[in-house]
């Protein structure tokens, strides 16, 4: 892409930022999502930042927009960039009365997109992210410019052992102690990186998750979580016809990275992009290789 310097992915690491994991502050995007979109009820927070061809980037579970921030900045002097938070995560709003499931979220992604008077963007997705950006596109025709679908929720069988043992029993896990809540959360979230978390990385990612609220919700996202949403869109993936990259974490323990081949050769010309030393949290383990990765396959494609 003109104008994209050859180490613009160097961009996301080479300085310490406001996050743990946040570098360079030159595509700086602010930490709190300052825009807000009502939603059926929802409260969806939403930010964007830097001007170009669009990128939307859709985060996964028990994740929320923050773990992208570091390469939507560096990305952002190049790409306009969305972020933006699920209902029932991070920043938006967590109310037990509103469902928070795969289907309810393709639905959101659709009306944000029209929203921002976005036709057809990049859409990068990470873990059910990626779910949530084949459901909108293969179910309700939302037209994506290319998909870059990095560890994702998309072939069944998916979730951890703990993640189904939850589901199995949301009340008894919802009613534990705030101090065991936390125990167990933070052994749950350190499992997904493959070179393990710094603390206050750690720390930032069980915040959200603290709290009568935050606990409370977490258990709920869980328990609505279904491979039926899946299931319905699998035999579609065939189908898709827009430019897509798999890139996969090759010691992703949550989801391995056997079905990174399978996603692979079920999406007609699908790129396969393996990435040694590298967990779930592929954003957090290898950052440059990430934001590598991503900056070659969006400017290839504008």
Same mark, same amino acid.
Not at 126 to 143: P, T, Y
């Given at each position: ?125 990470? /873990?059910?992210?990626?779910? $949530?950006?084949?459901?909108?596109? #293969? ?5 994506? +410019?290319? &998909?870059? @679908? *990095? ?100 010691? /992703?323990?949550?989801?391995? $990275?056997?079905?990174?081949?399978? #996603? ?5 010309? +699908?790129? &396969?992009? @393996? *990435? ?27």
């Amino acid at each position: 892409m003109p104008g994209v310097p050859e180490d613009a992915a160097a961009v996301s690491v080479t300085a310490a930022g406001a996050l743990p994991w946040t570098a360079n502050r030159s595509g700086s995007i602010s930490r709190v999502l300052s825009e807000e979109f009502s939603w059926r009820g929802r409260t969806v927070r939403w930010e964007r930042s830097g001007s170009g061809p669009d990128v939307v980037f859709c985060h996964g579970t028990p994740w929320s927009s923050e773990l992208w921030r570091p390469i939507a900045e560096a990305l952002a002097p190049f790409f306009t960039v969305h972020l933006w938070d699920m209902p029932g995560y991070g920043q938006s709003s967590k109310h037990p009365e509103h469902r928070v499931s795969l289907d309810l979220q393709g639905e959101l992604l659709v009306d944000l997109l029209s929203l921002w008077e976005v036709e057809s963007p990049h859409v990068v997705a990470h /873990d059910f992210g990626g779910a $949530v950006a084949l459901r909108a596109h #293969l179910l309700h025709e939302q037209r994506f +410019a290319s &998909l870059a @679908l *990095v560890d994702v929720v998309a072939l069944r069988p998916w979730g951890s052992e703990f993640f189904r043992l939850v589901g199995d029993h949301p009340d008894v896990f919802s009613r534990l102690p705030s101090v065991v809540h936390q125990g167990a959360l933070r052994a749950y979230i350190g499992t997904a990186s493959h070179r393990g978390l710094a603390p206050a990385q750690l720390d930032a990612l069980v915040a959200p998750w603290t709290g009568a609220e935050g606990q409370a919700a977490f258990y709920r996202q869980i328990e609505q979580a279904d491979e039926a949403f899946t299931d319905e869109i699998e035999a579609r993936y065939p189908t898709i016809a827009v430019p897509t990259l798999v890139m996969w974490g090759v010691d /992703d323990s949550w989801i391995p $990275v056997d079905r990174a081949h399978r #996603l692979g050769e079920l999406i007609p010309g +699908a790129r &396969l992009q @393996l *990435v040694a030393d590298a967990g779930h949290l592929i954003q957090l383990d290898q950052p440059e290789a990430v934001t590598a990765g991503l900056t070659s396959w969006l400017s290839a494609r504008v």
